[in-house]
């Protein structure tokens, strides 16, 4: 089994035991979990039952969609080819959920897996053609995460990204493929480093690009305590992106321990109210940028599990919603999805 990255810790049922029930909030309104991750880790399991423990606390869960977390991977295969492992493993448990047997709720619906891109055009188009054979009709596309900073104190992706990834040409020869085959690919990085994402939407106006985690904002080592810095900084980055129509925004990721919160270090979890009052500048500031049609909500579990219950956490959506049309809500809460990842 793989070790869990830095930036990922386990949550604690102890804590979490301590959420305050709430009632859930527009409880008949679709929703496609547009991010979360599966795993088996010697310090924590999150598999197909842990998921839909979450999914089916009350809201109305439809699908969701799984991205790379190092899942699974083959035994034995060569570096490039061991991550087809991860889509193999998605597809199963997506055909597990898709039997009925286990409820109504559609996970894995789409699958994103992980191909090193700096592998050379040839060995990752071969790549990609696996993972597509692998996920059976499921699998969309891909993440090689970016996320770097100089301090030592800011945790690098869990693919340990050189500085400057999206800029070599090694990398773009590989991104190069994924148009061709009709895949997306996931950007992850860092606050700082929205402008290497504006660049590569640039370079690649046929490849759909999709934002992870509302830009990734940091608030550790160097970050801590300066919000208002970092909020002034990510505000221009994502303008800037907005003008690229092949870029999407993923609304959620806030509630990692790395982030600009401190909710996950409380000892007993916020309620709605108080995660939507904190998170609204940053989720609003996003739908106003790039608009209802090219965000979606996320829920990051079980990373973000660390700051309070899924029940909770699409309530505060939903708050966040409120003063969005009818039209709006389903684009944010289930039809950019469905669009994005052709569900």
Same mark, same amino acid.
Not at 264 to 275: I, K, L, Q, T
């Given at each position: 089994?793989?070790?869990?990255?830095?930036?990922?810790?386990?949550?604690?049922?102890?804590?979490?035991?301590?959420?305050?029930?709430?009632?859930?909030?527009?409880?008949?309104?679709?929703?496609?979990?547009?991010?979360?991750?599966?795993?088996?880790?010697?310090?924590?399991?999150?598999?197909?039952?842990?998921?839909?423990?979450?999914?089916?606390?009350?809201?109305?869960?439809?699908?969701?969609?799984?991205?790379?977390?190092?899942?699974?991977?083959?035994?034995?295969?060569?570096?490039?080819?061991?991550?087809?492992?991860?889509?193999?493993?998605?597809?199963?448990?997506?055909?597990?959920?898709?039997?009925?047997?286990?409820?109504?709720?559609? %996970?894995? =619906?789409?699958?994103?897996?992980?191909?090193?891109?700096? #592998?050379?055009?040839?060995?990752?188009? /071969? *790549?990609? +053609?696996?993972?597509?054979?692998?996920?059976?009709?499921?699998?969309?596309?891909?993440?090689?995460?970016?996320?770097?900073?100089?301090?030592?104190?800011?945790?690098?992706?869990?693919?340990?990204?050189?500085?400057?990834?999206? %800029?070599? =040409?090694?990398?773009?020869?590989?991104?190069?493929?994924? #148009?061709?085959?009709?895949?997306?690919? /996931? *950007?992850? +990085?860092?606050?700082?480093?929205?402008?290497?994402?504006?660049?590569?939407?640039?370079?690649?106006?046929?490849?759909?690009?999709?934002?992870?985690?509302?830009?990734?904002?940091?608030?550790?080592?160097?970050?801590?305590?300066?919000?208002?810095?970092?909020?002034?900084?990510?505000?221009?980055?994502?303008?800037?992106?907005?003008?690229?129509?092949?870029?999407?925004?993923?609304?959620?990721?806030?509630?990692?321990?790395?982030?600009?919160?401190?909710?996950?270090?409380?000892?007993?979890?916020?309620?709605?109210?108080?995660?939507?009052?904190?998170?609204?500048?940053?989720?609003?500031?996003?739908?106003?940028?790039?608009?209802?049609?090219?965000?979606?909500?996320?829920?990051?579990?079980?990373?973000?599990?660390?700051?309070?219950?899924?029940?909770?956490?699409?309530?505060?959506?939903?708050?966040?919603?409120?003063?969005?049309?009818?039209?709006?809500?389903?684009?944010?809460?289930?039809?950019?999805?469905?669009?994005?990842?052709?569900?």
């Amino acid at each position: 089994m793989t070790a869990a990255p830095r930036n990922v810790v386990p949550p604690d049922p102890a804590r979490l035991a301590r959420q305050a029930p709430e009632d859930i909030l527009d409880p008949d309104r679709p929703i496609v979990d547009a991010h979360h991750h599966l795993w088996e880790r010697p310090d924590h399991r999150y598999l197909l039952p842990e998921l839909l423990e979450d999914t089916g606390s009350g809201h109305h869960v439809v699908s969701t969609v799984f991205i790379d977390c190092m899942a699974f991977y083959r035994a034995g295969a060569s570096r490039l080819m061991r991550t087809v492992g991860e889509t193999e493993f998605a597809n199963g448990v997506a055909a597990m959920a898709a039997s009925g047997v286990y409820g109504s709720t559609l %996970a894995c =619906a789409a699958i994103v897996s992980h191909v090193d891109l700096t #592998a050379g055009a040839e060995p990752v188009r /071969e *790549a990609l +053609q696996a993972h597509i054979a692998a996920g059976h009709g499921r699998f969309r596309g891909i993440r090689h995460a970016g996320a770097w900073d100089a301090d030592e104190r800011v945790p690098r992706s869990h693919t340990n990204p050189p500085q400057g990834l999206y %800029a070599r =040409a090694d990398f773009r020869a590989g991104f190069a493929q994924l #148009a061709p085959l009709g895949l997306s690919f /996931e *950007a992850w +990085q860092y606050h700082r480093q929205l402008d290497e994402v504006l660049v590569l939407a640039q370079a690649f106006p046929e490849t759909s690009i999709i934002l992870n985690h509302v830009g990734g904002p940091l608030g550790i080592g160097p970050y801590a305590g300066r919000q208002e810095e970092t909020f002034s900084h990510w505000q221009k980055g994502m303008k800037a992106l907005s003008a690229c129509p092949n870029v999407v925004v993923k609304l959620g990721g806030l509630g990692m321990r790395i982030g600009v919160f401190d909710h996950h270090e409380r000892a007993d979890p916020p309620g709605s109210v108080e995660v939507a009052r904190a998170w609204t500048p940053w989720i609003h500031g996003a739908i106003e940028m790039f608009g209802a049609d090219r965000c979606l909500f996320e829920s990051n579990f079980p990373v973000d599990k660390i700051t309070c219950s899924y029940a909770v956490l699409w309530n505060a959506f939903k708050r966040m919603a409120q003063g969005a049309s009818d039209a709006e809500k389903t684009a944010l809460f289930s039809g950019t999805a469905s669009r994005v990842y052709r569900l």
